[in-house]
């Protein structure tokens, strides 16, 4: 079967985004300096359609994270922070554009019902409302044998980390301190759900964590 796969950054103190996140800043404050490791990468920019990039550490740790991924899901606020029901005349399509970076299905938890949404380059967001098992056996029926992506945000990883459904997870840990916002291990008691430290990859301004079950 195929392997639920959780890739996210974190803050040495814990959160995977800022405070005050809102529409207009969807990580909070002080949320992109997470991912400032990653942004001048040739590994991540390149599947974002933009060319150059620096090759360091932090290279194969990206493109090992994409390969063999099938499928992606996320939650709501993930693929877009507006709030509540969706606008029939004028629906909210996300932070991703018209040519969003995945290129394959990725499946939206929500609690509102949604008609698929199918963009440039092979990305197709599917709106689920029955819940993480129904998205994580959609994701896998879509991702055909491959891996399945669970991208975040922190509510949904602690769904599926609760829920003892995540085979594998890599941590991004960021040196820097956020102060508040969302914790990605908020109220998962004290173990990882089976998860066990496998390796770690130091690189420029990121170490990366790896673990997975035995």
Not at 64 to 78: K, P, S
Not at 176 to 198: I, V
């Amino acid at each position: 079967m195929s392997k639920l796969r959780l890739t996210i950054s974190m803050s040495l103190d814990g959160y995977v985004a800022g405070p005050d996140q809102s529409v207009e800043n969807p990580l909070g404050v002080g949320g992109t300096r997470l991912h400032e490791w990653a942004f001048e990468l040739e590994s991540w920019r390149a599947p974002h359609g933009l060319d150059g990039g620096e090759v360091n550490e932090s290279s194969a740790v990206v493109e090992e994270g994409l390969a063999n991924v099938g499928a992606t899901i996320m939650g709501r606020n993930m693929f877009g922070g507006h709030p509540g029901g969706w606008d029939a005349d004028a629906p909210w399509n996300g932070w991703w554009g018209d040519d969003p970076p995945f290129h394959h299905a990725v499946f939206v938890l929500t609690h509102h019902a949604r008609e698929p949404l199918v963009c440039e380059g092979g990305t197709t967001f599917t709106f689920v409302t029955d819940g993480i098992v129904s998205a994580l056996e959609q994701a896998r029926q879509a991702a055909g044998g491959k891996d399945v992506s669970l991208a975040g945000g922190a509510q949904a990883c602690q769904e599926y980390l609760a829920a003892g459904l995540v085979d594998e997870m890599v941590i991004n840990l960021a040196p820097t301190l956020l102060g508040g916002g969302e914790r990605l291990f908020e109220g998962l008691g004290d173990d990882l759900h089976g998860l066990e430290p496998r390796r770690s990859v130091a690189a420029p301004a990121v170490t990366h964590l790896f673990f997975s079950r035995p």
